[in-house]
């Protein structure tokens, strides 16, 4: 393995990233020449694919150890986390792609030949990798494990992928826009239709949906929060090299690529941790909210875990001498809160939301940030939107309704609940709270737009929801109760 900060050293006749091959073994060497060795970005990525698939593994986890595994730093770990991180993404649309280009169904397909075919057709179709390179590399990836017979296999359907590039090959497969325009849009960006369908009816504006389904199916940039209280957004900014956010005062913009976050200085000494804008904004949003009648200084975030926005929530209760109790399920969960919220004046309790042993009509803000499908985080997920089925939706229903029923017995006459979902779809939003609100005449709705000063097009309110390509968030939906007696 290279030493840290270094590139791997590579034989001679191995691909470098973009493809191209080193000089030979000298002459006069006597013997056949050796075969190249796989390039060890894609096989790094390669490996990703496998992790998931075998494991079940989340990439975002899996992958830091791959690119330790195999000495990766700078260009290569991020050519290894382009490509692994794209070819999830993109899973569906290229397997549609592949099954029109094979003699046999993909699930007749050995799993890892399948994998080094998604890697190599997103290459040929979602990169500026050469077509030469992007076939070739694949091929010796699949050579070195599965032999030559196998990499004949996917060398011929790769160059039949080849052929068309990615907007042809839409044409060829998804269903007329005119006739299907969800069905249509929903494979040209890479997502379920169920999906698409569950964010065309959260848009409610048919024009909008290859808007948003284009900004969820991109690269996102990394958004970090600086603590409050540790650290200014301007001065996160000056020593990451990123952009202080345009709407939250605690956030900064990183460019996608930026390198490995954990390396970070400010990341590494607590003043700053990854967290979506839009996460940022919600929990803003709550502590922003008008109460009325006596302010008790306590404050609750009933679904902690991992425990980002019980730090945002727990540094501004710092700076305003606010007391914040945090509830987790997941001990594991609860111990990564515990560490998000070291040194706030936070204390995590281990329990069930809906039955967590804390007072009743205690708490001025209460935060239900709910365990949801994750369909808003899509695309810092890469590999969720194939996991998720539609059948999930309604467990998770019921779960949400029980929290923020919860909720709304903790919170004091005249304080504020903030119902959060990471989810546009409309049953675990708006059906959640039409649901609950039914039954809870004590309780009225704030208009959560005015806590949110200088976010753009958020609707017709009283609620929010933030999408990727209107304001550069996740997905966030955001509800603001007021009980009143």
Known sequence: MSAPGRRPRRRAGAPSPGGHRTAGPPRGRSGPPR???P?????????????VRVRDAYANLALPSILRRHGLHDREAALATELGYGTLRAKGLLDAILEACTDRPLIRVEPPLLDALRLGAYQLLRTRIPPHAAVDTTVELVRGDA???AAGFVNAILRRVGEHDEQAWVERLAPPAAEDPVGHAAMAHA?????????????????????????????????????????????????????????SPYGVHL????????????????????????????????????????DTGRWLDLCAGPGGKAALLGGLAGLDGVEVDAVEVSTH???????????????????????????????????????????????????????????????????????????L????????????????????????????????????????????????????????????????????????????A
Not at 40 to 49: I, K, S, V, W
Not at 264 to 289: F, I, K, P
Not at 357 to 370: E, F, K, S, W
């Open 35 to 37: 075969p190249p060795e």
């Open 39 to 51: 390039d060890p970005a894609r096989q790094a990525a390669l490996d990703l694919l496998t992790s």
């Open 147 to 149: 032999g030559t017979r």
């Open 191 to 247: 997502h379920p239709r169920w999906i698409a369908q569950a964010f065309a009816d959260a848009l409610g504006a048919p024009e909008e949906l290859d808007a948003a389904l284009a900004a969820d199916d991109a690269r996102p940039a990394v958004h970090l929060l600086a603590r409050p209280g540790e650290i200014t957004a301007a001065e996160l900014a000056l020593v990451t090299g990123g952009e202080e956010a345009p709407y």
């Open 255 to 294: 460019e996608p690529g930026s390198g490995a976050i954990g390396e970070l200085d400010a990341v590494n000494e607590g003043l700053a941790v990854v967290q979506d804008e839009g996460s940022q904004l919600v929990a803003l949003a709550l502590s922003r909210a008008g109460l009325t009648g006596t």
């Open 333 to 407: 969960r609860a111990d990564l809160v515990r560490r998000a919220v070291d040194g706030l004046p936070v204390t995590v309790h281990v329990a069930d939301g809906r039955e967590a042993p804390l007072p009743d009509g205690a708490y001025d803000r209460v935060l239900v940030d709910a365990p949801c499908t994750g369909l808003g985080a899509l695309r810092r997920r890469p590999e969720a939107r194939w996991r998720r089925r539609p059948e999930d939706v309604s467990g998770l229903t019921k779960l949400q309704r029980e929290l923020l029923t919860a909720a």
């Open 409 to 484: 017995r903790h919170v004091r006459p005249g304080g504020v609940v903030a119902y959060v979902t990471c989810s546009p779809h409309l049953a675990e939003t708006v059906g959640v709270l039409t649901g609950v609100l039914r039954k809870h005449p004590d309780v009225e709705r704030l208009d959560a737009r005015e806590y949110l000063p200088g976010v753009p097009d958020l609707g017709d309110g009283p609620t929010v929801q933030l999408w990727p390509h209107r304001q550069g968030t996740d997905a966030m939906f955001l509800a603001l109760l007021r009980r009143v």
